[in-house]
């Protein structure tokens, strides 16, 4: 079975701190994702990567940044931290055959106080 | 733009009962995938079903099937005999090729609740 790893399943942060969220996947997945996960928004897509240092913006990329320097993982950093990032956020990986889907971990319940 | 769209915020069905999630979607490609998500209160997402639009027949597991309507971009999802444990927000995903990869829409959920 596919596991993907999130490193805290709570956070609580300060406004104006630089906060890392960390992700393992452990099949060799190619494509990580990070999402946020808003009540009555659904899952916006932050950031996703394709590859080892590769790193595409998705839909909603202000305030955050990525870094994938081996396949495995995939951080999410908020660069500083600010109320309206309280949210609840989910890594995922897939592969890249077609019909693949995507395998999430817990999720990182995150605080901004 | 690719939207997907799940007009309903919550629903309620009794146990053993059968409930229709609906999702509806926007796209002008022709070939993609859709997928159903189940997020139990343990907020581990979980893969219900898949179905890739130039299958026709629609897609089956166990319990939960779906009623894709290419043409009027409509992907339904069935749930017959329900049970306590299907009780979750279920989201409705689709699936488009973009810069090398895969990116995923998803709706804004539908949260079942199952009465016993």
């Known amino acids: 079975d596919v596991k993907v790893t999130q490193s805290s399943r709570y956070l609580v942060k300060r406004t104006g701190e630089k906060v890392f969220l960390e992700c393992v996947q452990d099949?060799?997945?190619?494509?990580m994702f990070w999402y946020r996960q808003d009540p009555g928004l659904g899952l916006r897509l932050i950031y996703f990567?394709?590859?080892?240092?590769?790193?595409e913006k998705g839909d909603i990329p202000e305030g955050y940044s990525v870094s994938r320097e081996k396949k495995e993982r995939f951080s999410l950093i908020l660069e500083s931290a600010s109320t309206n990032q309280t949210s609840m956020y989910l890594c995922a990986s897939s592969t890249r055959l077609n019909n693949s889907p995507l395998h999430f971990g817990n999720g990182t319940r995150l605080t901004v106080t | 733009a690719q939207t997907v769209t799940q007009s309903q915020p919550e629903m309620s069905v009794q146990e053993a009962e059968t409930v229709t999630l609906s999702c509806t979607y926007d796209?002008?490609?022709?070939?993609?995938?859709l997928f159903w998500y189940k997020q139990p209160p343990s907020r581990q997402m979980i893969l219900v079903i898949r179905q890739e639009a130039y299958k026709q027949q629609n897609a089956t597991e166990n319990r939960f099937s779906v009623n894709f309507q290419k043409a009027a971009k409509s992907f339904s999802l069935k749930i017959s005999d329900s049970q306590l444990g299907d009780a979750a927000m279920y989201f409705c995903?689709?699936?488009?090729?973009?810069?090398?990869?895969?990116?995923?829409?998803f709706g804004t959920g539908t949260r079942l609740k199952v009465l016993a």
């Open positions: 995903a689709y699936r488009r090729y973009t810069s090398g990869t895969y990116k995923y829409i």
């Open positions: 990567s394709y590859d080892v240092k590769m790193k």
């Open positions: 099949m060799d997945h190619e494509n």
């Open positions: 796209t002008s490609e022709s070939d993609y995938y």
